[in-house]
């Protein structure tokens, strides 16, 4: 397979065949991301992605879930994704899914018609980075895309009858804005529906805006406690009535996997004993993106 740059997923995409069609963001300018630095965005040669399908064909004969790469694929000419997408459906008939991040930019430029051929021609899921409901904290962290934006993106995807898992990110509005980004954020994912909300715990990267404003002093991140807290408030807004609310990923310090609404309250209660040290949280050298 050909890869360039960094080659990021999803962790439920880990089992997954990762074929790269685009290199980067188009965006490349969140305050808190590292995942692409100095990578123009680009589409790759069809030869070459045509190439990596039919490797897939030869190799991966058991991995029946196939996500395209990198940070916002769904941004390509509708008819080149058509194309990879048939071509993934001759040539690996026996994936099941195909996945994709996206942004509210890139959606905005499908319509609702050309997600469903998408998702005629196999596209299944779609993951997408709310990171906050607070319009303030997006402008802050530089999203360029307000809630109304998300949301408005968000039902198209439903719509279009493709999964929606969307990603949130706890500490974002800082040790004096946290309730408000947590509440704001937990009301954004009601009103959202996904099939599956994941909260991350936000480490600063170096080299990033953020990186710089913590340690010039400008924006302080809540400690490990106060980042609990913060989920505790999230999860007590978020209103799902389905779908999976998770923040196992390796940044969080109590991880939880819920199936909503049935296990909200046990997420509550064991983030109350985090809280009251009868659960002990993850350490922070322990702690990873
Ligand atoms: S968070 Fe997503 S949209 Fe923002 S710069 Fe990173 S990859 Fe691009």
Redesign the pocket.
């Known amino acids: 397979m050909h890869y360039e740059g960094n080659v990021i997923r999803p962790p439920s995409e880990a089992d997954s065949i990762l074929l790269q069609a685009t290199v980067g963001?188009t965006?490349?300018?969140?305050a808190f991301?590292g995942?692409?630095p100095d990578e123009r965005f680009r589409i790759k040669d069809e030869a070459q992605v045509f190439e990596d399908i039919d490797f897939a064909a030869r190799h991966m004969t058991r991995q029946r879930r196939l996500f395209l790469l990198s940070?916002?694929a769904l941004t390509m000419p509708q008819a080149r994704l058509e194309r990879i997408l048939e071509r993934v459906r001759q040539r690996l008939p026996w994936v099941a899914r195909v996945s994709s991040?996206a942004?509210a930019r890139g959606l905005k430029l499908k319509t609702p018609g050309d997600l469903e051929r998408l998702r005629e021609l196999g596209l299944a899921a779609v993951y997408m980075?709310l990171e906050s409901g607070d319009d303030e904290v997006l402008a802050r962290m530089n999203?360029k895309a307000t809630l109304d934006e998300m949301l408005l993106q968000a039902r198209k995807v439903r719509e279009a009858g493709l999964k929606l898992c969307v990603t949130v990110l706890a500490g974002l509005g800082g040790v004096e804005g946290w309730r408000r980004h947590a509440q704001l954020t937990g009301r954004a994912l009601t009103l959202m529906e996904p099939d599956q909300a994941a909260s991350l715990s936000v480490i600063p990267v170096p080299g990033t805006p953020l990186w710089e404003d913590v340690r010039a002093g400008r924006f302080a991140l809540p400690d490990g406690p106060g980042m609990v807290r913060e989920l505790r408030e999230l999860l007590a807004h978020t209103d799902m009535r389905r779908g999976l609310f998770l923040a196992d990923h390796a940044s969080n310090h109590v991880p939880l996997k819920l199936r909503m609404p049935r296990d909200r309250q046990h997420g509550l209660d064991l983030l109350d004993a985090a809280l009251d040290g009868s659960l002990p949280l993850k350490p922070e050298r322990a702690r990873r993106l």
């Open positions: 963001c965006h490349n300018k969140c991301c995942a692409y940070g916002d991040y942004n980075g999203k």
